[in-house]
Structure formats: C-alpha cells, structure tokens
C-alpha cells in the first residue's frame, strides 16, 4: 500500500504552524447555526479590519463548538497566550477583542467563555469548566469547531484517515469484529447493531453492493447530522470507507437533505480532496480497494428517513416503503445488497478503528456503547449541540448542561425521537439517556433531538403539533398510516380547539393501537408514541381540555381569552397599535377594551404590554393568568442578576 | 419560457452513463437531480420542461408530476419576489413559532402556502431548518434569521417593501 507518511508530515507541520502560530489567529465559528447568529458580519468585520489596520494576522473559519445559544463564537489564538473562546461576538464586539485583546492586554473577560487547554488566564476560567462543556465528552464531535472544514491538512494532522489506513491493514473480517466488540449501535433512531447489519450483507452473494450515508435529518428538533457535517464532513467519509471496505461496496451515496446546502458544499469539498489525494476512486492507496461516493441531493420529504422509502428516493422513484423483509441488506438499491447509515454511527468507525474497540466501549451502559450527540433545544437556557456518554442522566443534560429551564421557569418534560419519540415527564429525568431505559418510559432515543418543555408548553397542542407532521408526510400507501393519522390529527384539532367529547380520548387511545400495529412502515408505527406518551404522563391536561375546556398552559387559542385590567392600564395604547385584529380600542389615558368578537386570541396585546402595567390577563377554563408585574428597578436587578451568574 | 435550452440541458444529464444500473441508457435515476435543476434554473418546474423532460426520458408527463408533486420542494408555478419560510420545527414550536407564523399570514392576509396578489411575497411552512438553537427562526429568501419574535414580523416586512396600511386593515 501506498505510505502517507510525507502528506502526514506536511499536514501536521501546517497544522502545527497555526497550533504555535507567531501571529494572531481569529477562528470563527461559520456553520448554519453560527451564521444565522450574525457570524457572517463578524468574519466580515474581522476580515476588514485586519486589512485595514495593516495587521499580520490570520481569519480562519471553523464549524461548530456547541454553545450555539451563544453564537456567534469566536477563538482567539494570541502568540504565546492561551487561546480564549469568546461568545456572543457581533461586528462590535470582534473589533473590541481586537484592540483590548489581541492589540492589548485586557483578555476581555466580560465577553470570554473560557481559556482553552489553560486552567486560567487573568480572570478568564477554562473553557473545559464552562457548565455547558462540563459533563461533555466530545469524540464524534472532536473536530468541530476546532479544524477549517475545508482543510484535509487539520483533518490529517488530527489522526483523520488513520482509522481507514487500520482498517486496510486488518482487513474487513477484523473490521466486523472490531464493530462488533465496540457494540456500537445505529445512531439513527432505531439501535440497531451495527455488525448484525452489516453481517447479513456480507453473507449475500452478490457482483455488486452499495453503502448510503442517511443524511436525511428529517426529525424536526434535530440538527446532529448537520453540525457533524458542516464541521468534520471527512469523518464521515472516513467512516464510509470503513464500512465500505469491510462490506465489498463499490460504491455510496449520501443522500443529505435539501435544507442543508452548507453541509452539501462542504461534503462536495471533501470528496473533492479525497479523490485528489487518491482515498477514493480506483485501487485506492494501491490497496487493491475502490470507492466513490456521490452526494444525492433530498427534495423534502421526511418518510425518506425510512431505509426503502430513500432507496426509491435514489432509484427515481415516488419514496414509497415496501414491506420487509427482504431487508436492504439482502437486496436493496438497484436489488442489490445495501447498508444504510446514518452519518454519526458512520462518524463513529473511524474512532473504533483507530483507538480500538476497548477504548470505545468504555464509555456508555451495557447495551449502549460509546457517546451519543443530542441537540438541545426549546426551553432550556442553554441550547446546542452535546455529546455525552451514553447513560448520563437526562437530568445531567438540561440541567447541568443545559442550564435547566429557559428564563428560569421549571422543566415540565423532556421530547426525545422526535415525531417518532415521546414526552418524558419532569418526575423521570433521572432516567438514563440509553436505547432501553428510554423505550422502557414509551419514547425512544432517536437521532438525538432534544426537546424541552416548561409549563408554558401544552403537551396535547405538542401532541397535535407531531400528529399534524406526520399526516403530512405520511406517503398515503397504507391505510392505517394514510387514515389513521388523519384520524387522530382530526380528535386532537377537536379536542384543542374545545370541540370535544369524553368518549375522544378512548377513540384516541384506540386509534393510536390501531395505527402502531397496523402500519407498514416506522414512520405510521411510530407515529402515534407521541400522543401514547402525553396521553399516559399528563391524562389530567388531556381531561381539562375536554371537560373544563381548559389549557393551563395558555397555548390552545380557542381556549383562552384576553381581557384588560381596567385598574391596571394606564392607557398607553401600545396595544391598540399593535393588534393585528384592530380589535382594541382605548384613547390614550384611559383604560382599553378588547373586543372579543374581533380578537382572534394572538397574544400580540399580552406581548407589548410594558411589564410595569401588565395590565392584560388571560383566562382559560377555571385559571386566570396575570403577568408578573415588575418595577423598572426591579425588571434591571433581575437581568443584572442573571449576567452576574453567567460570568 | 426557454423549453428548447432545458431540453438540451436535461438531455445531455440524461444521455451521461447512469451510475449503479450500469446500462448506459437514460436513466430514471437522473429525474430528481434534473427536476432539482431546473428548478434552480427557472425557480418552478414549468409545465413545457417537465414536457421536454418526459419526451427525453421516455416517463409519462404523469408520473413524473407524481414524483414531482410527492416532494415539498417542488414548486409548479413561479415563486413570488420574496419568500418566506417559517419554520415550524418541534424547538420552534414550543417557542412560539406558530405564532410567527399567524403573525405573517394577518399581516400579508395570505395563508402558508400562498403568496399575495402582487407576487411580491410568498408565506411557506418549513418542516425544520436545523437552527433549533436559535428558535423560532424564520427564512427569508434563503437566510435564517434567528431568535424571532412576533413583534419583529412588521419591521421585517416593510424592511422588505411591504405597505404596512394597505393589508393591515
């Protein structure tokens, strides 16, 4: 086989001149999530400046660390300093790094996160203490936020492509066995054994057999799959060779979702440079090996999630499921055996390969093996992109990680799996966060989305909320799936819109067996754990919507109604201006009236009523609801209060 | 408009090797990637590509509406000057993006998947943009804006020319 020792060589040295860089190095944290944050301006910014001022330094861009609540996130390499990570950096706030930092000495402490690799510096912790960094143990995720995507010398210089030269070494009976003793499992929702799959393949004959790469994150709530991708996207090449290799594929597909055109570019770049330095095409490495891969572009449609359904997807076809088996793994595109998998169990073998099936094992439970990434999101104070060893608490995640609720309100439940997963209610968050324990409470682990709910969230509008997605992308080939959904979907909208009967949660009940049981593919016998779990966790929400017509959590419009306290508004008119309905009316100076035959119940009022007012309440069923009221004084004490501990 | 110029684009797609069924000949697994660019090209699928497109590839106008029509991508008329997706994603959900979403349709007095009588807005539902950090978010022509907020839909729009007195009445 063909050494690279002289591109190891090469690239190590360039990544150690930047490691030990003489000149001051800005890295910013571009990935989706960075960019919608404003990192665009700040790289702008930086990139300005630099020129302007005449100054040796260097921009790089990284995808991304994490911390995505505190984006845009920037990394500050001073010669001889220890290198700082900076959140929340905005064009303004680049420039100040710039002159008190970088050109001074003040380590902006106010604006830091933490010292990366030092203890401390000058009022600046470690970034490694950081709450949302404590309790994370970052393998699959090493790389993002770290290297430039786009440069396979950071990639190399890291170990990349190590695990692959291994795997060419040992062979692909060592390899199965490798994957086999480091017990990983499908990280794509399901858990499948890895090797199991894999085995079954490898025992059909066949001329030809195929890997595709599942980058079709369809779970809303998940974004895993994206951040990997746009941050370490030869990870996942890397992983496709190594399963390609023990498999006898020729040749992959990574079918990644239209909605990610920064993860395609830089996949697109990758492969590019894969192919240039011969670790794909023909007799790769002269290893006697050859694999392409060729990204296939999704066009939204979430039931392509599921293995058949994509397989058409890639064939042309209307991505409809077929029964199995015959799995995939014996005949499957084109009829010939296929793997499919997702991107981070394929981000996994390079790790397993490398630092060995022992090592990996070591983290994680008895049945679930290694980490697992999560994205945090929706009421918790600090969202992002985790990675934890599998068995870690939930409560470990949102709230030691996580920070515990948004605005300092108390966590009602935890959402994992998505459309396809359940509610796991507050009382369970010490259950660990494995592919058992988790199926045991009615959810599953899914991808990795994750899900926060507080007391303003309404479990059954969330449960109408899934139900209306996967009607939607129910693909209409099975009647239980086609009709039951609807079905279901048509009980909920009565039962939130105040419509309902008592009878309708049994029809509920029983409509979601029906369609578990009898649907063809995951997506219809998935569909209903949604509505299964709400429906076991919070029946009494479920009874106070139909029988009291109450949503104590002020979510299910038709439920509720705003009215104005004539003792407390003052009469600003800031809510006549602002309803939509034009259904207030008032003069300034005195108090305002809705009128509840043109109100439509947004809330727009309720959102522009100073909190010193707080003069429009709602009522739903027997629960009145005031906004607390706070002096101006007292409004500043408590968002000084919370900088104060976010220090 | 120019079906002669996507009929030689589509043919030349489709006359290259097919990759994996190894015949050579069009291929049926070419359709989607050619759909995809001649939506790049012309922002919808014209009814006289899809024509060329059939005549190409030897699949009925029919089916390839129903492959076409299967995907939310997939658009069949042209879009309207500026669109806007909300993101109805689960982390947007919980934070209010529903009401984002209301917000717009009252302002624009048009529903999701509508666009208004001027064609100078259209008002899309996305399933989930993946920025659930930064819920609810909303796209507009293509770039996320994060952490957004009903009381920020107005500015937006008349940032992008829309006459707040004409609909909001």
């Known amino acids: 086989m063909k050494p690279l020792d002289e591109t190891y060589a090469a690239a190590r040295e360039r990544w150690q001149a930047l490691e030990a860089s003489g000149i001051p190095v800005f890295f910013v944290g571009t990935a989706t999530c960075g960019r919608a944050a404003g990192a665009g301006e700040t790289l702008d910014r930086l990139r300005a400046e630099v020129r302007a001022r005449n100054l040796e330094a260097l921009v790089v861009e990284t995808g991304c660390l994490g911390p995505c609540s505190l984006e845009p996130l920037v990394v500050v390499h001073k010669p001889n300093a220890p290198r700082i990570c900076f959140g929340k950096v905005g064009p303004r706030e680049a420039v100040h790094i710039l002159e008190r930092h ?59 492509y190590r695990g692959f030269l291994r795997a060419v070494d040992i062979g692909p009976d060592a390899i199965v066995e490798a994957v086999k003793q480091a017990g990983v499992r499908g990280r794509g929702g399901a858990g499948f054994p890895t090797w199991r799959k894999w085995d079954l393949c490898r025992r059909t004959p066949a001329d030809q057999r195929y890997l595709i790469c599942n980058a079709d994150e369809g779970d809303p709530g998940a974004f895993m799959d994206r951040s990997l991708i746009e941050g370490d996207p030869h990870a996942v090449l890397e992983g496709m060779l190594i399963a390609a290799l023990a498999l006898g594929a020729s040749r992959g597909f990574i079918y990644c979702r239209a909605e990610y055109p920064l993860a395609i570019a830089r996949l697109g770049v990758a492969i590019g440079q894969a192919r240039t330095l011969g670790l794909l095409g023909d007799n790769i490495l002269g290893s006697g090996f050859s694999f392409d891969v060729s990204i296939k572009r999704g066009a939204g449609a979430f039931v392509c999630g599921e293995e058949t359904a994509l397989i058409a997807s890639i064939e042309g076809r209307r991505p409809m499921p077929q029964p199995r088996p015959p799995f995939p793994a014996v005949s499957g595109l084109w009829g010939k055996p296929t793997i499919i998998q997702n991107v981070e169990t394929l981000a996994n073998l390079p790790l397993i390969l490398h630092y060995g099936a022992d090592w990996y094992a070591e983290l994680g439970t008895e049945h679930s093996k ?90 059954v509008d969330l449960a109408r909320y899934f139900m209306t997605f996967t009607q939607d992308e129910s693909c209409g080939k099975c009647p239980p799936c086609r009709v039951g959904t609807r079905a279901m979907l048509y009980l909920l909208e009565r039962i939130v819109a105040g419509d309902s009967t008592s009878d309708d949660l049994r029809r509920l009940e029983d409509l979601a067996q029906t369609v578990n049981r009898g649907s063809l593919c995951g997506l219809g016998q998935t569909a209903p754990n949604p509505v299964l779990t709400t429906l076991r966790y919070f029946p009494d929400e479920y009874r106070d919507h139909v029988e009291k017509k109450q949503c104590a959590a002020f979510v299910c419009r038709p439920l509720i109604r705003h009215h104005i306290d004539m003792e407390r508004c003052p009469g600003c008119t800031a809510c006549v201006k602002t309803c939509p309905a034009e259904a207030i009316t008032g003069v300034r100076g005195e108090p305002h009236v809705i009128n509840e035959a043109l109100c439509s119940q947004c809330g727009s009022c309720l959102s522009v009523c100073p909190p010193t007012y707080a003069a429009v309440y709602r009522v739903s069923g027997e629960v009145t609801r005031y906004e607390e009221r706070k002096s101006k004084a007292g409004a500043a004490g408590v968002s000084a209060q919370r900088a104060a501990a976010e220090g | 408009m120019n079906g002669t110029e996507t009929h030689v684009s589509t043919h030349q797609v489709l006359t290259s090797p097919a990759d994996g069924s190894g015949s050579g000949r069009m291929s049926q697994e070419h359709l989607i990637p050619t759909l995809q660019e001649i939506q790049e090209r012309h922002g919808y699928l014209p009814e006289d590509a899809l024509r060329a497109l059939a005549a190409a590839t030897g699949v009925s106008e029919n089916e390839i509406y129903g492959l076409a029509s299967f995907y939310a991508h997939f658009r069949f008329q042209p879009p309207a000057e500026h669109t806007i997706h909300v993101c109805q994603g689960t982390a947007c959900h919980v934070r209010g993006g529903h009401q984002i979403l209301h917000d717009f349709e009252e302002r624009l007095s048009i529903k999701a998947g509508q666009m208004t009588s001027d064609h100078k807005f259209g008002l899309e539902r996305v399933a989930c943009v993946g920025c659930c950090a930064l819920a609810p978010v909303v796209l507009v022509d293509g770039k996320v804006r994060a952490n957004m907020k009903p009381k920020l839909v107005r500015g937006l729009l008349s940032k992008l020319g829309h006459a707040v007195s004409a609909t909001d009445t």
């Open chain 1, 370 to 459: 290694g980490t697992k990434t999560f994205s945090l999101a929706g009421k918790v104070h600090r969202t992002g992109l985790i990675e934890v060893p599998m068995g870690i608490t939930l409560r470990q995640i949102v709230e030691d990680i996580g920070g515990g609720g948004a605005d300092g309100k108390a966590i009602k439940a935890v959402q994992t799996g998505g459309p396809s997963g359940g509610c796991i209610p507050a009382a369970q968050l010490d259950l660990p966060a494995d592919y058992e324990s988790l199926v045991a409470a009615g959810s599953i682990m899914g991808s990795g989305g994750l899900i926060v709910l507080d007391e303003e969230t309404c479990v």
């Open chain 1, 102 to 160: 970088v050109l001074g000495d003040d380590p902006c402490a106010e604006l830091a996160l933490g010292a990366i690799g030092a203890e401390s510096v000058d009022g600046v912790g470690a970034f490694a203490d950081h709450p949302m960094l404590r309790g994370q143990v970052r393998r699959v995720l090493r790389n993002c936020g770290v290297i430039d995507p786009e440069n396979l010398d950071h990639y190399l210089a890291r170990d990349g």
